[in-house]
C-alpha cells in the first residue's frame, strides 16, 4: 500500500487497542490470532492477505543433520494426502470453531477436551511446590545456622547465597536452571526437576533469614541460662532455642534465705 506508514508495537493486544482506539487503520495477524479477535469483537473485521508461495505458514525445526526430517516429512505428506491435515486446521482454525468459542463471557465449552490438562497442570504444581517448600525450609534453617555460626567460611558461604538468590530475578534462576545446565552439564534436567530446584533454593535465602530471625528473636536470657546449666550446645538449640515452649527454671531466692 504506497504511502501507508508502518507502526511496530511490542504486544499483539496493544496494537488491538490502537485499531480500536483508531490511531491504526489495519493490523497485521496470523490468522488464528484474529479469528479469535474478530469472534470476541463486532466491531472488529478480518481479511485474509494472499500468499506468493504456497509453503509460506509453520515449520517444525529439528537439529541439524536430524535424521528424523525426513520421516516427519513423510508423515506430514501423507497426512496432507488424506486430508487428515487440513480437517486438523479446519478443526482447530476454523471460524466457526472461533465463534462457537467467542459466544459468550462465560462459555464453559472452551474447557471441553481440557480438563484432564487442567487437572494435571494442578498436580503438577502442588507437587514442585510441596517439594521446593519442603526442600527450601530444610536448606533454609542449614543457612541460618551457618550465619549463626562462629565459623567465618560458613558465614561467608551463607551471606553470598542469600545475597545472590534474593538478588537475581526467580525467572532468570528458572532459566539457567533449565536451559544452561544441559548445555554446561550435558545432563537432560526435567522440567519439574529444574522448577523444583529454582524454588527451592529461592525460597531457602528468604526462609534462612525468617529462621535466624526467630533466632535471635529469642531471650538472651535463655541461651545464658542453658550455659550456666552446662547443657549441651546442640541440646540447648534443639530443646530450647528452637522449641521456644521449653522452660528453664533457675534458682530464686525465697522468702527465707536459708531456702533456694
Do not use: H
Not at 509453520?58 to 508423515?75: C, D, Q, T, V
Not at 550465619?147 to 551471606?159: D, R, V, Y
Not at 538449640?237 to 522468702?255: A, L, Q
Amino acid at each position: 500500500m504506497d504511502g501507508s506508514e508502518i507502526v511496530k508495537l511490542n504486544r499483539i493486544p496493544d496494537l488491538v487497542q490502537e485499531i480500536k482506539s483508531g490511531r491504526l487503520d489495519a493490523v497485521i495477524l496470523e490468522d488464528a490470532v484474529a479469528l479469535e479477535y474478530t469472534a470476541g469483537d463486532s466491531n472488529l473485521v478480518y481479511r485474509f492477505l494472499p500468499t506468493a508461495d504456497e509453503d509460506e505458514g509453520y515449520a517444525i525445526a529439528f537439529p541439524k543433520g536430524s535424521p528424523l526430517r525426513e520421516e516427519f516429512n513423510a508423515a506430514l505428506a501423507d497426512m496432507k494426502a488424506d486430508g487428515s491435515l487440513q480437517a486438523i486446521v479446519d478443526k482447530w482454525f476454523g471460524k466457526e470453531e472461533s465463534e462457537r468459542r467467542g459466544n459468550g463471557i462465560l462459555d464453559f465449552n472452551v474447557l471441553d477436551g481440557y480438563m484432564g490438562y487442567l487437572l494435571e497442570g494442578v498436580f503438577v504444581t502442588l507437587l514442585f511446590t510441596f517439594v521446593s517448600a519442603l526442600f527450601g525450609f530444610v536448606w533454609g534453617s542449614i543457612l541460618s545456622l551457618f550465619k549463626l555460626s562462629s565459623m567465618k567460611p560458613l558465614q561467608w558461604f551463607a551471606t553470598v547465597y542469600t545475597s545472590i538468590f534474593r538478588g537475581t530475578p526467580l525467572l532468570l534462576q528458572l532459566l539457567i536452571f533449565y536451559f544452561a545446565t544441559p548445555q554446561l552439564t550435558g545432563y537432560d534436567i526435567s522440567a519439574l526437576m529444574a522448577a523444583g530446584l529454582a524454588f527451592g533454593l529461592n525460597s531457602a535465602a528468604y526462609l534462612s533469614e525468617t529462621i535466624r530471625g526467630g533466632i535471635l528473636a529469642v531471650d538472651k536470657g535463655q541461651r545464658e541460662a542453658a550455659m550456666a546449666l552446662g547443657i549441651p550446645y546442640r541440646t540447648m538449640m534443639v530443646s530450647i532455642i528452637f522449641r521456644r515452649r521449653s522452660k528453664i527454671y533457675c534458682p530464686r531466692w525465697s522468702t527465707n534465705a536459708s531456702r533456694w
